[in-house]
């Protein structure tokens, strides 16, 4: 469908720079594509890989980033029929089943191409692939609905997926307790389970964890100290779940389990780095998984998600995030990697 539209974008052009707050304009909408109007979007660290490089070369450079946010869909492309102007979204890189579309770009003033993914959010108005585009259920509102889009079916799913049945006396650990280990805090929480325990190196996040839910907080150092008296018992940690990408907390995710324990990785490291195992370990009885939320379906899940967000105080929740305008996206960024907030939520 022809339109005219313009958008502010935050582009990536080159790695380890501030993102540049461009107009780009918007071409026409192709099949299964749909125009959405940004209302919130938050800041992964999938992006914070992106901008400092540490995914290695960017070969799509420039680029608009972002996938996990809501808004309001403004333009229909060809061949949709299940959704109509208007209609509140969420928006996720997490691909339902259904036909997609052809990845979409924009051009700038000068007509140079800036390319784009099947979702992108760090901007006012984006083209998205109908197959990554959710409708948000009633009473869910759009700024907890964006966490839809990755932090939520991360943690809930990391849980739900692995979690098997568990004594009252069994531990889960959580290996770095951002936005996907808080959502796995809430999962395990909305189980039942008291006996958990969250390591981070930020004493920021590990505050708010244990304002959540977690019976014990602590560094690596400390945790350790408390399994060594005894204050965690070992052999009882039957789930450590990894979030952190950090190669020196998988490696202790691991030594911390029971024999007969299980850890769950999906944490993303630095390109290139490797985490030392003992193989002993996994010859002994200790498993170990990988995990991505494209592994469980949002789209057969997200009405058992929402049941569980609602039995949350939202006023709880949203302390755990902090908000900034579109304009001030670079600080967010810069906030983020230095630890100072837990997520960053972009308001548009």
């Known amino acids: 469908m022809k339109n005219n539209y313009q958008s502010q974008f935050a582009v990536l052009e080159k790695v380890n720079k501030p993102l540049l707050i461009k107009n780009l304009k918007i071409p026409n909408l192709q099949k299964n594509q749909l125009l959405v109007k940004i209302k919130y979007s938050y800041i992964c660290g999938t992006q914070l890989n ?181 204050l965690i018992d070992k052999q009882k940690i039957k789930y450590n779940f990894e979030m952190s990408g950090n190669k020196m907390m998988m490696e202790t995710a691991m030594k911390n389990l029971s024999n007969n324990g299980t850890m769950i990785l999906a944490g993303n490291t630095r390109k290139g780095d490797f985490v030392r195992l003992n193989p002993y370990d996994l010859i002994f009885g200790k498993k170990i998984y990988g995990f991505s939320a494209n592994n469980i379906s949002l789209e057969k899940n997200i009405k058992n998600y929402i049941k569980i967000i609602k039995k949350i105080n939202l006023r709880k929740l949203r302390n755990v995030f902090s908000t900034y305008k579109f304009e001030s996206i670079n600080k967010a960024v810069q906030d983020f990697k230095k630890g100072t907030i837990l997520r960053p939520l972009i308001k548009f």
């Open 50 to 230: 992106e901008i400092y490089g540490t995914k290695g070369p960017d070969k799509y450079l420039p680029h608009t980033l972002g996938h996990e946010a809501s808004g309001y869909i403004v333009n229909i492309g060809p061949n949709i029929k299940d959704f109509r102007v208007g209609e509140k979204v969420i928006l996720s890189w997490i691909k339902k089943k259904g036909p997609g579309s052809t990845n979409p770009f924009y051009l700038d003033q000068k007509n140079k191409k800036i390319n784009s993914g099947l979702v992108s959010t760090f901007s006012h108005l984006a083209i998205v692939s109908k197959d990554r585009v959710y409708k948000i259920p009633a009473n869910i509102p759009m700024d907890i609905a964006a966490l839809f889009g990755c932090a939520l079916p991360t943690g809930f799913g990391i849980v739900f997926n692995f979690l098997k049945k568990l004594s009252k006396n069994d531990y889960v650990g959580i290996y770095g307790v951002g936005g996907v280990g808080i959502m796995s805090l809430i999962a395990l929480n909305s189980l039942g389970i008291k006996n958990i325990y969250a390591v981070d190196k930020n004493k920021k996040n590990l505050h708010i964890a244990k304002k959540i839910g977690c019976k014990f907080t602590g560094k690596p150092k400390e945790i350790d100290k408390k399994i060594i008296n005894k």
